[in-house]
C-alpha cells in the first residue's frame, strides 16, 4: 500500500511539472514552425561588409556551462529554466570549435586564446606567438611573434578594445597585443633572470608599448602597472594588493605619456568615475578597478566595480564613435576561475553576466552592420544530471540516492577538483552541508587542488555580416579569419573591392538588355 500511494504522488507531482500549455500537441507544432520560418530566412544571406566586429569569450564556458547558464537565467526570472534562451542562443548561426593546442590535446587559455585572436595554433602558455616558441624560453620568441585581428582592425583604421573581467595582462586579453613565451609574465616582477636578460618585456609593458593606440581598455591587474611595493589606491594596507613592478616605472602614467598632443587620455579606477565620463571628450581610456582580477559578479561592490554590461555599454560607445568601425573583444574570464576552483555558482552566475553584456551589445548595434561571435576558449570537467525533474533548481539535490552509498547528491558535479570530501571513510553527505551557498564547491570525482579544463569542442554563436561563415566543425584558429573576412581586415582584402564590381557592372547592363528584350 505504501509503495502505491508514493507511486501515485510521484505521478502527481511528474504532471504537475508540465506547464499547462505544453500539454497540447499545438504549442510545440507552432513553436517548430516558427523556427522553420525563421530559419528559411536566413537562406537570405547578410553579405554586407562588417563594419563592427565584436568577439565575445566565455573563458571556461563548454556547451554544458552554456546549458546550465540557460537554467540559471530562467529560474532568476522565476521560471522552470529549461525553456529560456540565453541572449548568444538568439544568434542564427551556430559552429563548433576544436581547442586542442599545438602541444595538448586539452588546452590552456593561453594558446587557444592565439588560436582565436591570432588565427595561428599554438603551445600551452604561450600567448601571441607560434608553435616555434617553448613555454618559459625566451629566446626563442625572436622572429615567432604573430599579430591580432586587433591588430588588424586597428591597422584598417577601426577603433579597438578590450574589455575583460580579469587582470588585463591574463591570457585572453594578452594574446591581443602581446607576445610572450609565458602567459604568467604579468609584470617584469614574475620573470625570470634569464628572461629579463634576454630581453622579453613584460606583459604589461607590452600593453602600453605595443600598441599605445588601443581606445578602450577596461579590467583589473592595476598592481602589475606601479612600482614594486607601491600603496594600493583602493587596499592600501594590503601588502598583497602592493604594485609589482622591479623596474620601477608607473605604467599607468606611461600610458598616458605615449598618447599624441592633444588628445584626451582617462585613467578611472572607480565605477562612479567610469559611468560619470562624457565620451565624448574622450580619446583613450584606461580603467583598472581592482589590483588583480575583478571580484566575482555574486560578490562585486556595486559602489566601486562596474559589472562587465556596464563596462561594455562603456567601451562600445566609446568606439563607435570612429566611423570606420571598431572591433571590441570581450571576455567573461572568471567563468573559468570559478570552476577552478569547484564553485559553479559563481562560473554560472559569471556566464548569465556575460550573457547580459551581450544581449546590451546586441541592442546597442546592428546586425547590419555588426558581426557578433560568442565563443570560449575551451570546456571544463562540469557536469549536471541525476534525472532531475523538469524545473528542478541548477543548484539542487537529484531526486535519489546513490544506490552504492546510500548518500544523496547534487546535480551538478565535476570530474575532478577541490570538492573531492571525504568523511569518516565516506563521500562526504551534501545534505548537511549548504550546497546553494555561492562558494560552495561541488562534489569531485578525482581530489585536485583546482578542478581542470575539459578538452571537448566548444561552440560558436554568430550573428550579423558573414556570419554564416562559422557554419560547422573548426579549428579554433580559422575563427579570426573569417571574422577578418568580413570586415575587410588583415590578410583578405581581395574580395572586398571586387566584390561590389559584378553588381555595379549588373547594374548598368540591366537597361540595355531590357532594351535588348523589346526590341526582340
Known amino acids: 500500500m505504501k509503495t502505491l500511494l508514493l507511486i501515485l504522488l510521484a505521478q502527481l507531482c511528474s504532471a504537475s511539472l508540465v506547464p499547462e500549455k505544453e500539454k497540447d500537441p499545438e504549442y510545440w507544432r507552432r513553436q517548430a514552425q516558427e523556427t522553420l520560418r525563421a530559419a528559411l530566412r536566413l537562406q537570405r544571406l547578410n553579405q554586407n561588409v562588417a563594419k563592427n566586429l565584436i568577439l565575445f569569450l566565455g573563458d571556461g564556458m563548454g556547451v554544458s556551462t552554456v546549458t546550465a547558464a540557460r537554467i540559471l537565467k530562467g529560474q532568476l526570472q522565476n521560471h522552470k529554466g529549461e525553456e529560456s534562451l540565453l541572449e548568444m542562443e538568439k544568434f542564427p548561426y551556430v559552429a563548433l570549435a576544436k581547442t586542442y593546442n599545438t602541444n595538448a590535446q586539452v588546452p590552456d587559455s593561453a594558446g587557444t586564446a592565439t588560436a582565436y585572436l591570432c588565427g595561428v595554433k599554438a603551445n600551452e602558455g604561450t600567448v601571441g606567438v607560434s608553435a616555434g616558441v617553448t613555454r618559459d624560453r625566451c629566446n626563442t620568441t625572436r622572429g615567432q611573434e604573430v599579430t591580432s585581428i586587433l591588430r588588424w582592425a586597428k591597422d584598417g583604421g577601426k577603433a579597438v578594445g578590450i574589455v575583460t573581467t580579469t587582470r588585463v595582462t591574463h591570457a585572453t586579453p594578452s594574446a591581443a597585443y602581446a607576445h610572450s613565451a609565458n602567459r604568467d609574465w604579468y609584470s617584469d616582477g614574475e620573470m625570470p633572470p634569464d628572461a629579463l636578460e634576454g630581453g622579453c618585456k613584460d606583459i604589461a609593458r607590452q600593453l602600453v608599448e605595443n600598441i599605445p593606440d588601443i581606445e578602450v581598455i577596461l579590467g583589473g591587474g592595476r598592481k602589475y602597472m606601479f612600482p614594486k611595493n607601491a600603496s594600493d589606491v583602493e587596499y592600501p594596507h594590503e601588502d598583497k594588493h602592493r604594485g609589482t613592478r622591479l623596474d620601477r616605472r608607473d605604467l599607468v602614467q606611461a600610458w598616458h605619456d605615449a598618447k599624441p598632443p592633444g588628445k584626451v587620455a582617462k585613467y578611472v579606477w572607480h565605477r562612479r568615475d567610469l559611468l560619470a565620463l562624457n565620451l565624448s571628450r574622450v580619446d583613450f581610456l584606461l580603467g583598472l578597478f581592482e589590483p588583480g582580477d575583478m571580484v566575482y559578479e555574486l560578490d562585486r561592490n556595486n559602489e566601486t566595480d562596474p ?53 546590451l551589445a546586441t541592442r546597442l548595434t546592428s546586425p547590419q552592420d555588426t558581426l557578433s561571435v560568442v565563443t570560449a576558449d575551451h570546456s571544463h570537467v562540469f557536469t549536471f544530471g541525476g ?125 540595355f538588355l531590357a532594351l535588348l528584350f523589346l526590341l526582340c
Not at 308 to 334: D, W
Not at 339 to 355: M, P
Not at 416 to 444: L, T
Not at 495 to 511: D, E, G, V
Open 387 to 511: 534525472y532531475t525533474p523538469r524545473g528542478n533548481p541548477i543548484f539542487g539535490l537529484a531526486p535519489m540516492q546513490s544506490d552504492v552509498d546510500r548518500k544523496p547528491f547534487t546535480s551538478i558535479l565535476y570530474g575532478n577538483g577541490p570538492g573531492y570530501k571525504i568523511v569518516a571513510g565516506e563521500r562526504e553527505n551534501v545534505s548537511a552541508v549548504d550546497f546553494a551557498h555561492a562558494n560552495y564547491q561541488a562534489q569531485s570525482a578525482v581530489p585536485l587542488r583546482q578542478e581542470t579544463h575539459g578538452g571537448e569542442d566548444v561552440a560558436v554563436f554568430a550573428r550579423g555580416p558573414m556570419a554564416h561563415l562559422l557554419h560547422g566543425v573548426h579549428e579554433q584558429n580559422y575563427i579570426p579569419h573569417a571574422m577578418a573576412y568580413a570586415a575587410c581586415i588583415g590578410s583578405n582584402r581581395a574580395h572586398c573591392n571586387a566584390a561590389s564590381r559584378p553588381a555595379a557592372a549588373t547594374s548598368i547592363l540591366l537597361p
Open 307 to 359: 559589472s562587465l554590461t556596464e563596462m561594455v555599454a562603456v567601451a562600445i560607445r566609446m568606439l563607435q564613435k570612429n566611423p570606420r568601425g571598431f572591433f571590441l573583444l570581450v571576455e567573461g574570464g572568471r567563468i573559468d576561475h570559478g570552476h577552478h576552483e569547484g564553485k559553479a555558482k559563481q562560473a554560472l552566475h559569471e556566464a548569465v553576466e556575460l550573457d547580459r553584456a551581450i544581449g
